[in-house]
């Protein structure tokens, strides 16, 4: 009995070193395929519109908000996997709601909100070579928040920490922004290393945390969808 099943394991081809190495490559990279796809799954697998290469606006300007913020007519395509379909509207507001806060170098500006979803071509998808998603072309009205070098920030900028290199604002309560000393000082400030603060050289007011203060955008900064502003020509405002 012992010796048939040895032979019978002698018998079986023996697994060369390259081959072992090339089983467990193809068995990884299938767990990850496994794993990818139950994680967009549960993400719904739509592809948001902030990566998106086909959004952009129609140039219909729909309200002037402010020289930071417009109301714009935007195109845009989701893509959906099939068990997503049975509520594809949901799905698709879902998937859009993914671009909120989150720069868009296609739209030029962060979406801050969106509205009137409209799917296009009679509600039909298309589907591209093997892939499983539909993709979808979709409008709606989004508000954009489109901070540019020039434009000045009047309100929403508060103060939030102070240093000798530079002044640290957050802006509408979400996006950051900061001032250089060099600013600082040639809008006629300097820094007190006893307190550690900010001050204005005409008549010694402090800057105080907290405080709003207005600046014009010098530049602006995107990583990962997030943004900072540079900014310069700061002023204090003064407390109503």
Known sequence: MGSKRKNSLENQPTESTEER????????????????????DREDDAVDANNNNDAHTDGTTTGQISPLFTK????????????????????????????????????KGVMLS???VKILNN?????????????????????????????????GGIC??????????????????SISAQ???????????????????SDEQFLELGKEIQ????????????ISIDGVDPVFLENE
Request: charged share 20%; with cysteine.
């Open 215 to 226: 600046f014009s955008v010098a530049q602006v900064h995107e990583s990962g969808g997030l």
């Open 114 to 116: 969106f509205e009137n």
């Open 183 to 201: 600013e600082l000082r040639q809008a006629g400030m300097e820094f007190d290393m006893n307190s550690e603060q900010w001050y204005r050289v």
């Open 72 to 107: 714009q007519n935007i195109k845009l395509t989701v893509s959906l996997l099939p068990i997503h379909l049975k509520n594809k509207e949901a799905a698709i507001h879902k998937a859009i709601a993914k671009s909120l806060l989150r720069y868009s170098h296609a739209l």
């Open 160 to 177: 939030n920490s102070q240093f000798y290199s530079h002044l640290s604002i957050i802006v509408f309560k979400y996006f950051n922004a």
């Open 123 to 155: 509600q039909h998808g298309s589907l591209v070579m093997e892939l499983p998603h539909v993709h979808y072309s979709v409008t709606c009205t989004a508000c954009l928040f489109r901070p540019a070098p020039g434009l000045t920030i009047q309100r």
């Open 21 to 40: 190495h090339e089983r467990k490559r193809l068995k990884k990279e299938a767990k990850k395929r496994n794993s990818s796809s139950a994680g967009a």
